[in-house]
């Protein structure tokens, strides 16, 4: 089965170069689609370079700025894969991960899987982490409203059956990508399979993006597609 990394990235020029080339170096039959949301640095430029050199890569620019969840919508438009994982631009995740993520998708075990940085307590930061209280919101929304029985709605790896994303309506454009997608395959009666992944989280300094205003918008997103689709 053909896998497609769907890449959205918005002035990532410090990490562009290595996650491209952690991804690549994952033995998947794959194509990796990024969609650079109108980069201001020197993001463009490269991606324009390595695309010229890996028959593997497919990159669409956007214009201007429309938000990491308009960027994830273009790239599974473009994807001709039978599995889809997303993929953030900076180094935050291991796509080592790959092999286990896919897994239940390949075998028939599952249509969505989520990697989970809190699979196990172990694995949980401070509980002075700001990040990780509003993980900890955004996952117990999802239980309560959605019984979707997860440890870790935000994460960013989510993986599904190419069919089952394609036939969902998004309209989500900002970060609310995460909230939507999990809202609307549990609605649809899909379970979500949980595996534990590596994390490397990154600082605001180091170009975290997201923000408390995103956190808020999430929330309401959750709320909002519990009455309506």
Known sequence: MKLSVIM???NEEASIREIIKKVQ??????EIIIVDDGSTDK?????????????????????????????VRTGIEHATGDIIIIQDADLEYDPEDYYKLVEPIVSG???????SRFYTKDKRPSLRNKYFWGTRT??????????????DEPTCYKVFDAKVLKSIPLKSKRFEFCPEVTAKVRKRGYKIHELPI????????EGKKINWKDGVEAVWTLIKYRFVD
């Open 8 to 10: 959205p990235a918005y």
């Open 25 to 30: 170096a994952v033995k998947i039959d794959k």
């Open 43 to 71: 993001t463009r430029e490269i991606l324009t370079e390595l695309s010229k050199k890996n028959k593997e890569m497919k990159v669409v620019f956007h214009k201007k700025n429309g938000g990491k969840s308009t960027a």
């Open 109 to 115: 075990k599952a249509k969505v899987v989520y990697g």
């Open 138 to 151: 955004l996952t117990i929304m999802a239980n309560v409203l959605y019984g979707a029985g997860i440890t």
């Open 198 to 205: 590596n994390y490397y989280p990154r600082t605001v300094e």
